[in-house]
């Protein structure tokens, strides 16, 4: 035996089987959901940080899905998009040499860096925008890739995580600048707390 409700949140009807809405009903429940993706969007809805669902666009297959807005939301529609749309210099070489040659399917390794990090720069962007300031985050110089560009300066930035203060990665960091520097470009290098949004002010030296 089941009852016919309709979902407190997408308002589709559904069936509960009797049992569990005289349960609900017993404990003073008169909301029901016909899945457990409608009782996280409307938990979403009750925070205190209300994320809202959003449509966006697929920056692989271009096709439009929905998902909620937060530093969490969604950039692709799907596993098999998110993976395509990463796919590495080396990987792409691999397919055209085997005869597959789909280029255009995919997208640039500085727009997936620039997908994934773009949290990072949300209080950057802004800034620079307002002062009129022409810049790329996720920029290529060579075969190396930097944070920031500022195209007009001709400066290249680097936001270093305390991983950048030794090992490999002082050497490495070195072998960089270095290249871009004999590309004319220079390069200021910005200590930043790791997995935490930087803030515009870390600029105000450079842009002074």
């Known amino acids: 035996m089941s009852v016919s409700a309709r979902c407190y949140y997408c308002s589709i009807p559904f069936e509960v089987s009797t049992g569990e809405y005289n349960r609900q009903t017993a404990r003073g429940v008169h909301r029901f959901f016909c899945s457990l993706s409608c009782v996280a969007k409307q938990k979403n809805t ?29 950039t692709f529609c799907s596993r098999s998009c998110a993976s395509a749309g990463s796919m590495t210099e080396e990987r792409r ?22 997908l994934r990090e773009a949290w990072k720069y949300k209080k950057i962007e802004p ?13 290529r110089v060579g075969e190396f890739i930097f944070d920031l560009a500022l195209i007009r300066r001709k400066v290249l930035v680097e936001f270093d995580g305390v991983e950048h203060s030794h090992g490999l990665r002082v050497e490495n960091d ?11 470009w220079t390069v200021v290098r910005i200590p930043v707390d790791a997995n935490t949004v930087i803030e515009a002010s870390s600029l105000y030296g450079i842009l002074s």
């Open 93 to 114: 070489a691999a397919q055209r040499a085997g005869g597959l040659d789909r280029v255009d399917n995919f997208i640039s390794v500085e727009e997936v860096l620039y």
């Open 127 to 139: 800034f620079l925008k307002f002062q009129n300031e022409p810049y790329q985050c996720e920029f």
């Open 46 to 74: 009750e925070r205190p940080d209300k994320r809202i669902e959003i449509e966006k666009i697929c920056p692989h297959c271009k096709t439009t899905f929905k998902t909620l807005t937060g530093s969490k939301s969604k």
């Open 174 to 184: 070195a072998k960089k600048d270095a290249f871009a520097q004999s590309e004319g």
